[in-house]
């Protein structure tokens, strides 16, 4: 057994100071009183919260999902610790069905065998989408939704982004859903109207890929899948909160209607952690600066944010407090995934953060052991 004190506890709902948590691989208690003998880290006044957890994250460090190594998922899994996130999905691109299958095949291979953040399995972000609104996503590779090219794999498919609009869309959430209903299918690159997407809701929809981005621009006369989103009280959503994807107003905004379904995502790239320079996401080129990636046509292709980047900016652009913020990163998507994660509480496991007033990563453990 393990005890930190002297830590801020943030919890679902206030921060505990004076309190010392007990923990071994699972959290045991929170006390003021500490037990002679027993191992005691101090935390010096800093933050403790859950482990953060990333719904949405292709690459980080030099790898990506669609590399299909284990070193490649190795490099991600190491590489977010620095950034607080003790789990994540290992997210694909729009490729070649073969290329598709070859990082499906690694992920369920291989997600036991990262010494990082932990892998929950994985977030298929297209092929299924549609091609007016691919984004930085291979418009080549988009096609129609099918059963084949994934039907060894949905049982670590966690979440899979499709467009409702396109063909087949609605056989193939209504079949899956029937028989895996854990996936958690998510809008997104979509032309969707309103009605459009409120229909594809009634068909097992719960989610929403990166609100705003890749969808409708929002019309008072012509409402779009983000109006369906916002007005509809139990679709979750992620933002990607760089303060370039969208502006920071729109963090709250989003906050006031969305709260705890909201979820902060990186949609992280290979370069995130690396330096300005052209790089390679879904066999397309990329071009990153210190701020953005983007197609050699200026689309923005995903991002070079970290997790407790988009925390400190949702921070400094919202009215909320500490409790709060946190559970965007932690509660919130856990409940996403229908998940035991995300809270400090007795029998959850030890995935465990101590990080700064200006959300600089300190130390962190995944169930119980120290990785930073």
Same mark, same amino acid.
């Given at each position: 057994?393990?005890?930190?004190?002297?830590?801020?506890?943030?919890?679902?709902?206030?921060? &505990? @100071? !004076?309190?010392?948590?007990?923990?071994? $691989?699972?959290?045991? #208690?929170?006390? +003021?009183? /500490?037990?002679?003998?027993?191992?005691?880290?101090?935390?010096?006044?800093?933050?403790?919260?859950?482990?953060?957890?990333?719904?949405?994250?292709?690459?980080?460090?030099?790898?990506?999902?669609?590399?299909?190594?284990?070193?490649?998922?190795?490099?991600?899994?190491?590489?977010?610790?620095?950034?607080?996130?003790?789990?994540?999905?290992?997210?694909?691109?729009?490729?070649?069905?073969?290329?598709?299958?070859?990082?499906?095949?690694?992920?369920?291979?291989?997600?036991?065998?990262?010494?990082?953040?932990?892998?929950?399995?994985?977030? &298929? @972000? !297209?092929?299924?989408?549609?091609?007016? $609104?691919?984004?930085? #996503?291979?418009? +080549?590779? /988009?096609?129609?939704?099918?059963?084949?090219?994934?039907?060894?794999?949905?049982?670590?498919?966690?979440?899979?982004?499709?467009?409702?609009?396109?063909?087949?869309?609605?056989?193939?959430?209504?079949?899956?859903?029937?028989?895996?209903?854990?996936?958690?299918?998510?809008?997104?690159?979509?032309?969707?109207?309103?009605?459009?997407?409120?229909?594809?809701?009634?068909?097992?929809?719960?989610?929403?890929?990166?609100?705003?981005?890749?969808?409708?621009?929002?019309?008072?006369?012509?409402?779009?899948?983000?109006?369906?989103?916002?007005?509809?009280?139990?679709?979750?959503?992620?933002?990607?909160?760089?303060?370039?994807?969208?502006?920071?107003?729109?963090?709250?905004?989003?906050?006031?209607?969305?709260?705890?379904?909201?979820?902060?995502?990186?949609?992280?790239?290979?370069?995130?952690?690396?330096?300005?320079?052209?790089?390679?996401?879904?066999?397309?080129?990329?071009?990153?600066?210190?701020?953005?990636?983007?197609?050699?046509?200026?689309?923005?292709?995903?991002?070079?944010?970290?997790?407790?980047?988009?925390?400190?900016?949702?921070?400094?652009?919202?009215?909320?407090?500490?409790?709060?913020?946190?559970?965007?990163?932690?509660?919130?998507?856990?409940?996403?995934?229908?998940?035991?994660?995300?809270?400090?509480?007795?029998?959850?496991?030890?995935?465990?953060?101590?990080?700064?007033?200006?959300?600089?990563?300190?130390?962190?453990?995944?169930?119980?052991?120290?990785?930073?």
């Amino acid at each position: 057994m393990v005890a930190i004190k002297n830590a801020k506890i943030v919890t679902s709902k206030k921060i &505990l @100071e !004076g309190y010392t948590l007990f923990f071994n $691989k699972k959290i045991l #208690q929170i006390s +003021k009183k /500490i037990p002679q003998n027993i191992k005691t880290i101090d935390a010096k006044g800093l933050y403790l919260s859950s482990g953060f957890i990333d719904l949405h994250i292709h690459g980080s460090n030099g790898a990506d999902t669609m590399d299909a190594t284990q070193k490649a998922l190795n490099t991600i899994s190491k590489s977010l610790l620095k950034n607080g996130v003790t789990s994540f999905l290992a997210t694909t691109m729009t490729c070649s069905n073969d290329r598709i299958k070859k990082a499906l095949e690694n992920v369920k291979q291989n997600r036991h065998r990262v010494d990082g953040a932990k892998i929950l399995g994985i977030h &298929l @972000e !297209g092929p299924f989408i549609n091609p007016k $609104k691919s984004g930085a #996503q291979n418009p +080549k590779y /988009i096609q129609k939704p099918n059963i084949e090219s994934i039907k060894n794999y949905l049982d670590i498919i966690k979440v899979i982004t499709i467009a409702p609009e396109i063909d087949e869309a609605e056989r193939f959430i209504k079949y899956i859903k029937k028989s895996y209903p854990e996936i958690v299918f998510s809008i997104g690159h979509t032309k969707a109207n309103y009605k459009e997407a409120i229909d594809s809701f009634k068909w097992g929809i719960t989610h929403a890929t990166h609100l705003y981005n890749a969808m409708e621009r929002t019309h008072h006369r012509e409402p779009s899948a983000i109006e369906a989103i916002l007005n509809t009280k139990d679709i979750s959503c992620e933002i990607i909160a760089d303060n370039i994807h969208i502006n920071p107003i729109y963090y709250s905004l989003t906050y006031k209607l969305k709260r705890d379904n909201l979820i902060l995502i990186t949609d992280a790239i290979r370069a995130t952690c690396l330096k300005s320079g052209e790089y390679e996401l879904g066999g397309q080129k990329i071009f990153v600066d210190n701020k953005k990636a983007t197609l050699e046509n200026g689309v923005l292709a995903g991002s070079i944010l970290k997790l407790n980047e988009a925390l400190k900016n949702f921070y400094n652009n919202v009215d909320i407090t500490i409790p709060e913020l946190i559970k965007l990163v932690t509660i919130n998507p856990a409940k996403v995934l229908n998940q035991k994660l995300g809270k400090i509480a007795k029998g959850y496991p030890a995935d465990i953060v101590l990080f700064d007033k200006d959300f600089n990563i300190k130390s962190l453990f995944i169930e119980g052991e120290r990785k930073l």
